[in-house]
Every structure is written in C-alpha cells, then in structure tokens.
C-alpha cells in the first residue's frame, strides 16, 4: 500500500507523502481567489451582464457567489465559467462568510446598497478576525450596521437603497481587505468614497492596487495618486469580461515541492504581467536557491535539493508566509521573515500557529514583534495541525515531503481556496515514485 493511501492513520489526520526523489510535475493550478472574488462583486455592481473565464471554485468563492445571489444578483455556469447578470441590490438577506476575508471584508459595503437588512455571520474562527474597521467605516459612510458592540461577526447592515458616501478616515494596518472592499462598491455610493488611512503601514498593497486595476478595467475612475488616500468617483461599473489568472499564491506548495526535492515543477499560464502578488515567489524563491524561468508557456521551477535562508519583508506578501517558514525550517541556514504581524488576524494566528507546529517537529521557531525567525533544526515526524487554515495545512503538505512521519491535521481544510489539494499533491508525489 503507498504511504498516501494508509489506513493507520487517526481520523481527521493526513499522512504526508513523503519524497523519496525529486519531484518532476506539470500543476495547473485552478483560478485566483483575489481575482475570482473581485470580479464577483464587480459584476453584481456592474451595470450589464459580466462573464468570468477559470474562476476559481472553491469554498471561498462559493460563498461569495452564494452571497451574492442572495443579494439579488444571478450567477449562471457556461462552458469557459461564469455568467453573472446584476441586479438591484436586495435586503432581507444573511451571508455566510466561512472564513473568507474578502467575504466577510467585501460583502458588506456592498451589502450597504440593499433596500434592507444583510445579517452576517462565519465559522468560529471568522468571528475572531478584525471586522471593527469595516463595520465603523460603514457608520460613517451612512449605512447602519448593528454589531451587538462587539466589532466582530456576526452583524446585520442595514440599508435604505442608497449610501451617501464620502470621506472616510480608517485604520488600515490590520489587513488591506478593509481598503479594497470599501472601494469595490464605492462608485455606486452618492459622493463615492474617498478612503484615508491613518495608522501603522498597510499591508498587502498589492492586493489594493489589485482592487484600483480592475476597477479601472471597469471604466470606474480612481485617484490613487497620494500615498494612503484612494478616490473612487461616483458613477457606473462597466460589466467585465475576464479571464481568471492561475492564483499564484496556491503555486507556492507546488513550487516549493521542486526546491525542496532538488526536482522541477512546470505551473502552465503563468501571467508575464500580472497584480497578483504571489508573483514575488520568483524573486523569493531564487533567493532560497531555485531556478525560476518564466516563458510564454508558464513558470519553471527547479531545485537542486539545498534551500537556502531567506531575510525577507513579507509585508506585501504575507499570504505566502505558511509555506516559506516550511522551506526556511529545512534551509542550511537562519531566516528572518518580517513585516508580517497582521498575520495574527488571518484565518489563524499564523506566526503563533507556525511557531507551535514547526517546533513540534522539532524545528526552532521565534515569533518576534513583527515575524518569525527560523533556524534549522533536525525535524521528525508528527502531527502537524491546521487551526482551520489552508495554508498551515499546505505548510505541513510541505514539510513531509522531506520529513517522514509527518501528519497533517484537517488537510480537507485546503478546500477554502483550492479544490482536491490532497489529490493534486498526492498526484505528484506518485508520479516522482513512478518516474
Ligand atoms: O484582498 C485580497 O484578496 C487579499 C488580501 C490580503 O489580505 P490582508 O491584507 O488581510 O493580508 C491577503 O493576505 C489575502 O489572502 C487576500
Ligand atoms: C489571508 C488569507 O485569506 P483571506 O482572504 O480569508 O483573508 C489567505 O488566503 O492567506
């Protein structure tokens, strides 16, 4: 019996495949959750009916499409994806956010819209993640939102019809998402919105100027000119007509499988140009000792079985932290990831979570005020768990590959942003043994 297919393992673990050679594979790594996501909530804004090529479909984005029909828009399946036809915004509506970010952090200024109430809510651990910025945003842009006091899921919004808009000032230094969702609907307030941010940097900048991009694409127009202030006038958002790129943040497992195996990992449609910020894996994973060669066909990756430390500021990039703290546990020498204490509002406390599990394999992990340093230790293997977050759970997919024994708790988990992550990656690792 192969190892991915043994039975011994406890209920809700998941036996690792472990590389017994470098692994060789071609990925295609299915659609961007950001884009995906972002494009749904434009096309129910927009003012003619949008198609979405390769979206992605997985939990986050079956949400988002879920909440968006309950909020009046329709979302038919054609043969390339999706065909979303808007509608006015409707009340009387409850969202369940899962544990998705830009559910819970886009629906709601949309949601302000409605001609009633939007509850939301999420999982357990969506009712820890920073909502207050959002909810008083909205406050202050006119709509009423009632939260019980608690600044967290659940909360109801509760529209008229109309927003008046405006000027708002926010503290946008726990997630970019606060930013983004606010001026996603903004072109369909009264005034529009102009959103300042005071505080500490924000992060994943990238991820906004995502959101300005296909704003624009929609015939919006936005100021992003002045350093932490974003304009989006009034007016209509043209439908779109996209084709989703591959999420490059999800081709981090499969690119890293190729450093850490000395082997190659081919992701087909890799963009030449993109917004995605999961596109700094090329800078990122050279300097860990990869060969990164991008064509027209798509990325390669190669290794040669030695991972290098890392000095790296993920502020831009904090989704990708998971599984570069898996490559640096196994590097030849220390790492410094920094710029990344908002990951202490993700799915889960990340550096927390990375710290406890890469250490109960034996590795030697501290958390500083702002990030994690990783130096090498000698791992074995374990259980590896995933407190709900797909990317923990792909951190341990990681690591097992060169550490045997390593069990991965809730691998299903990796269904919020990508479907049949156990089979892809177990896939690959088959094709190694049988090459
Ligand atoms: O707007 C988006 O699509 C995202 C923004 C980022 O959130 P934070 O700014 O909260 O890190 C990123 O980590 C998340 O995975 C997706
Ligand atoms: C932070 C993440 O997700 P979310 O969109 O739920 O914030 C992530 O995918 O790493």
Known sequence: MSKTSMTETAPG???APHASGPITATVTVPGSKSLTNRALVLAALASGRSRIGHPLVAR????????????????????????????????????????AG???RFVPPLAALADGEVRFDGDAHARERPMGTVIGALRGLGAAVDD???????????????????DVTIDASASSQFVSGLLLSGARYDDGVTVHHDG????????????????????????DETANTWR???????????????????????????????????????????????????????RMGADCELDAAGLTVRGDGRVRGIDADLHDVGELTPVLAALAAVADGPSHLRGIAHLRGHETDRLA???????????????????????PAPLHGGVFHSYADH??????????????????????????????????????VEAERTA
């Open 13 to 15: 673990l998941w036996a």
């Open 60 to 99: 986050d984005t079956a949400l988002m499409r879920r909440a968006l029909t309950g909020l009046g828009a329709r979302i038919d399946d054609d043969e390339h994806g999706w065909v979303v036809t808007p509608g006015p915004v409707r009340g009387d509506a409850d969202v369940d956010c899962g544990l």
């Open 102 to 104: 830009t559910v819970m």
């Open 148 to 166: 019980g006091g608690r600044g967290a899921l659940p909360f109801a919004v509760s529209g008229t019809g109309a927003v008046p808009g405006g």
């Open 200 to 223: 500490k940097p924000v992060p994943s900048l990238p991820h906004i100027d995502m959101t300005v991009g296909m704003l624009r694409d929609c015939a919006v127009e936005v100021d």
């Open 232 to 286: 989006v006038r009034p007016g209509p958002v043209a439908a779109l007509d996209l084709d989703v790129e591959p999420d490059l943040s999800n081709a981090a497992p499969f690119l890293a499988a190729a450093l850490i195996t000395g082997g190659r990992v081919h992701v087909p449609r890799w963009p030449a140009v993109t917004t995605q910020p999961g596109d700094t894996l090329r800078d990122l994973l050279s």
């Open 353 to 375: 979570a990375l710290t406890a599990e890469i250490n109960g394999l034996g590795g030697d992990v501290a958390e500083t005020d702002d990030g994690l340093t990783v130096r």
């Open 391 to 428: 990317r923990m759970a792909q951190a341990g997919a990681v690591l097992g590959l060169v550490v045997p024994g390593v069990e991965v708790e809730d691998i299903a988990t990796t269904s919020k942003t990508l479907p049949d992550f156990p089979g892809l990656w177990t896939r690959i």
